[in-house]
């Protein structure tokens, strides 16, 4: 199987809707718009070229990472979610064909902030309010949370990281760092309802609160 290794985060479409509190139709908008750019995962392209009895050339998965699909191919994915898509695609005068379904289809981390940054219109310092001083009450994105001692040590720690301009976070050292129990941020906020509305995973072992990479946020002042 042609393998590469993607330093890129990223996100499902249904991650991203709950992200940013919307239906998947509006980012199927925004895509069909060009405004925001879909891919289709790195592991689905590398299963459907290795399904593919033919000698491929080199490099051409990392040329398939980079591309974004296009209006026609998100419409079809979007409104056909239990069909799959066929992906034609021209690289060293080779042309191959992927199959690619709804699931398949991920935003990279990178782009998810570069939108919200040129996209998102409301001042950062509204868009998180800190209520308590041992971070127990928050208001998030307009919403109310509440939260246990070694939570709030979780929350305070992710954003004292956000203000220092390095969010994402490892889950063990916040664990360690807020002294908890667990091995797993999941198993703190096991309790919490919406936990991940204020938390959001890289999926490979990294947290960040959920704020864009706007202007930062001015320290509470109690």
């Not at 590469?4 to 991650?15: G, T």
């Not at 992200?19 to 790195?42: D, G």
């Not at 491929?56 to 990472?65: D, F, H, R, V």
């Not at 916040?174 to 129990?181: E, I, N, S, W």
Request: aromatic share 10%; glycine share 4%.
């Amino acid at each position: 199987m042609i393998k590469i290794n993607m330093p890129i985060s990223f996100l499902n479409v249904e991650d991203l809707a709950a992200r940013w509190q919307c239906s998947i139709h509006k980012i199927e908008a925004l895509a069909e718009e060009n405004k925001l750019q879909l891919f289709v995962r790195p592991i689905a392209l590398e299963i459907a070229l290795d399904k593919l009895s033919v000698n491929l050339p080199a490099g051409i998965l990392k040329e398939l990472t980079k591309r974004p699909l296009d209006s026609k191919n998100i419409y079809y994915l979007f409104n056909n979610k239990q069909n799959r898509i066929h992906i034609n695609a021209k690289w060293a005068n080779f042309m191959v064909d992927i199959e690619a379904q709804f699931c398949d289809i991920v935003i990279p981390i990178d782009i998810i902030e570069k939108f919200e940054c040129f996209y998102c219109d409301r001042p950062q310092e509204e868009m998180i309010k800190i209520l308590q001083s041992d971070f127990s009450y928050i208001v998030l994105r307009g919403r109310e949370h509440t939260f246990g001692e070694t939570q709030a040590k979780i929350i305070k720690r992710l954003y004292m990281a956000y203000i220092d301009g390095n969010p994402w976070q490892y889950g063990k050292r916040l664990l360690a760092d807020a002294g908890a129990g667990s091995e797993r941020i999941h198993s703190v906020f096991k309790g919490k309802n919406n936990w991940q509305d204020v938390i959001l995973s890289d999926h490979r072992g990294r947290f960040r609160l959920n704020l864009p990479p706007q202007q930062q946020p001015q320290m509470p002042l109690f």
